[in-house]
């Protein structure tokens, strides 16, 4: 699904350069669920955000599904990322402002599809994560189980080839942890390929394959 080709990334770092991804290669194969760990700086979240067309890469070669992405500029990526990706994060990122089904629909508006479409598909959705019951709540009103599950049907609305994940367990207690654990299983088993960042051996052990970051270098 993607290859990573001796990727490397820096950031400016005062009057300096901190180069945080030294040569990094990475291959994806559809249908694989991944876990990235290592520790805080070691370039795991910068990944990502290259995978989903966010960042940049300073040298070596991003390519997705056959296509070279590597010089796209952000109005190209940020297409790409709309037909392709879906991301999940450690705080949700819902809208406060918008309840659950308008959270979950976002997506869908901004592929401007008819308000039919929207409503079919953003309930049949919500009824396979058995999230029926809190359509019409704010965030604030959710646990957050529930709205990590809310942040998880918005990934998975506009049915993308690559779920992301950026630490999606952290704040959440251990039985918590184990239902969304088993959610992204059975997503996988459909046929959906992730990849997750995390500190947490439980969650790496989950998934077919755990690669280590080291100072921006695979180890």
Request: hydrophobic share 40%.
């Amino acid at each position: 699904m993607l290859n990573l080709i001796n990727l490397s990334k820096s950031y400016a770092d005062g009057n300096k350069s901190k180069q945080i991804l030294k040569g990094v290669d990475l291959t994806v194969e559809s249908g694989e669920m991944v876990a990235i760990m290592g520790r805080s700086g070691a370039g795991k979240s910068t990944i990502l955000h290259i995978i989903a067309g966010l960042e940049k890469v300073d040298g070596g070669e991003f390519w997705f599904q056959g296509s070279n992405l590597t010089n796209l500029n952000y109005k190209q990526l940020a297409k790409f990322r709309k037909n392709n990706i879906g991301f999940i994060l450690q705080n949700y990122a819902l809208i406060d402002e918008k309840n659950v089904f308008d959270n979950v629909a976002l997506p869908l508006v901004y592929s401007k599809k008819t308000k039919k479409e929207i409503k079919t598909t953003v309930f049949r959705l919500l009824e396979k994560l058995e999230l029926n019951e809190y359509l019409y709540k704010f965030p604030k009103e959710l646990s957050g189980g529930q709205a990590q599950r809310v942040a998880i049907a918005r990934a998975l609305i506009n049915d993308p080839a690559l779920i992301l994940a950026d630490e999606p367990t952290g704040s959440l207690d251990e039985e918590t942890e184990r239902i969304i654990l088993d959610i992204f299983s059975k997503i996988n088993k459909e046929g959906r390929t992730l990849i997750i960042v995390t500190h947490d051996q439980s969650v790496a052990q989950k998934c077919s394959r755990i690669i280590t970051l080291k100072d921006g270098q695979l180890v």
